[in-house]
């Protein structure tokens, strides 16, 4: 398993999920797994090692999250004691989710090569009843879509967002925070501008395509 190229991927992402202690979990718990990674071992082993100095820190905690038999088994990212990021995992397959959108991107969806950190759920507005249909707790979420392959300027576009949904997530209560809450409230009162602009948000076609730039 160890002298695959494949199996990095496993142990960069790790380092993303900043414990050590995972190390001990993958290649017990998830042999299977079979995700490649267009970066040499060498590469990927300097990454991650970057990555887990990053997050050293008290603040962040890990928790293994299975909460059935059935259940997508996860690991889940806090920062003093809140909840940023998960990533979760399938057979021969992972996916983001949790990941919280953030005002540096407009609260868009984003985009980084095949990858896309998307709406957790759909939503639509009712204009004739002013009303938003749609699990509302999830507004501000981002889920990525499953993949098994990941090359180095994805994996730098996921750290990028996940750093960004630790910034917002650990922000105090604010407008700019809760944009979205606000946004709904006076849609729903009927301003039509407010209207106009929360469908805009929840488009499927409200995304941000990340620079290599941006991800420098």
């Not at 750290?159 to 606000?182: G, Q």
């Amino acid at each position: 398993m160890f002298n695959k190229k494949s199996t990095w991927i496993i142990f960069v992402l790790i380092g993303v999920f900043c414990t050590i202690g995972a190390y001990k979990i993958f290649p017990k718990a998830f042999p299977i797994l079979n995700i490649s990674l267009d970066m040499s071992r060498l590469d990927a082993l300097e990454k991650a090692s970057n990555l887990t100095k990053e997050f050293n820190d008290e603040k962040y905690s890990l928790d293994f999250v299975v909460t059935s038999a059935t259940s997508t088994p996860k690991l889940s990212v806090k920062v003093d004691g809140k909840r940023f990021s998960n990533l979760n995992i399938q057979k021969k397959q992972l996916s983001f989710s949790g990941t919280q959108k953030s005002p540096k991107w407009s609260f868009k969806q984003i985009k980084v090569g095949n990858l896309l950190f998307g709406h957790a759920k759909k939503f639509s507005f009712d204009e004739e009843n002013k009303i938003l249909s749609g699990v509302r707790k999830y507004i501000n979420i981002l889920t990525s879509n499953k993949f098994n392959t990941l090359s180095e300027e994805e994996l730098d576009g996921c750290i990028l967002i996940i750093k960004e949904s630790e910034k917002h997530r650990l922000k105090p209560p604010s407008k700019e925070k809760n944009i979205l809450a606000t946004l709904i409230q006076q849609a729903e009162s009927g301003d039509q501008e407010a209207i106009e602009r929360l469908k805009e948000m929840i488009s499927v076609n409200y995304v941000h395509q990340l620079t290599s730039d941006e991800i420098r």
